[in-house]
């Protein structure tokens, strides 16, 4: 697997995918390649893996920004290559997967994958979503130097936005960078209802109604963590973070 650099034939000069490594994690090869051809369009280096084993040894080597990575893998499957890289470093994770299924990206959500999209896509969604991933990342960077005072204390529920922690009733809560960012924009307004579009524009930076199962799915992982309770769905609007009585 050869390196690709940044071809400036596809690239814009402001892309804001400039200089940034995307290794892309799939075994068909028509697909890897038109994937690999729009990210480095877009302005992003970009190497490819085939299956588990390879996918593990690039990206101890490569140290990419960013990964994009199919479930089902010759070798062992993506959820394993997903456990494996995050065990080295943490590093944004974009599933795909070939079915609708919410158990599939509820389990690659739970092993650290930060978003998901099935099959059939659009190279121009998935071009925009990685963006978007990135920028996450940048702003957790940046809030981590420029740390907001105190905690937050939702009864037995605490943010942490300094340390970007979570603990519930004493106890930390393991959250993903995409769980800990939608909880918060809960947060922000306690028991105020959100509707699925505002939090994927104000948490994923999407304004494309298209990725509501999205929400639905981060929602559903971080009731697993933080409590069912927590979250009350307001059918056919959205989802609302509930706090003790006053």
Not at 153 to 177: F, N, S
Request: overall charge negative.
């Amino acid at each position: 697997m050869d390196q690709t650099q940044t071809t400036q034939g596809g690239a814009t000069a402001a892309t804001p995918g400039a200089q940034r490594r995307v290794l892309v994690v799939e075994d068909d090869p028509t697909i890897v390649e038109a994937i690999a051809a729009r990210l480095r369009a877009e302005g992003f280096q970009v190497q490819t893996a085939t299956d588990g084993p390879a996918a593990v040894e690039t990206a101890e080597a490569w140290q990419p920004d960013l990964l994009v990575l199919d479930v089902m893998l010759p070798g062992f499957d993506g959820l394993e290559v997903c456990r494996r890289v995050q065990a080295q470093r943490p590093v944004p994770v974009m599933m795909l997967t070939a079915r609708d299924d919410e158990t599939d990206m509820l389990v690659g959500l739970g092993v650290g994958a930060d978003d998901y999209m099935t099959k059939p896509f659009s190279m121009r969604e998935l071009a925009a979503r990685v963006h978007v991933l990135l920028r996450r990342v940048e702003r957790a960077a940046l809030a981590a130097h420029t740390p907001r005072s105190g905690i937050l204390r939702l009864g037995e529920l605490e943010i942490d936005h300094a340390q970007r922690r979570v603990r519930v009733r004493g106890a930390d809560v393991h959250l993903t960078p995409t769980e800990f960012d939608l909880l918060v924009c809960l947060a922000n307004t306690p028991r105020a209802v959100l509707s699925r579009e505002q939090l994927l524009a104000e948490v994923w930076d999407w304004a494309d109604a298209s990725g509501t199962r999205t929400v639905d799915s981060h929602i559903k992982a971080l009731r697993r963590k933080i409590g069912a309770e927590r979250i009350r769905t307001v059918h056919g609007v959205g989802y609302a973070l509930e706090t003790p009585a006053a």
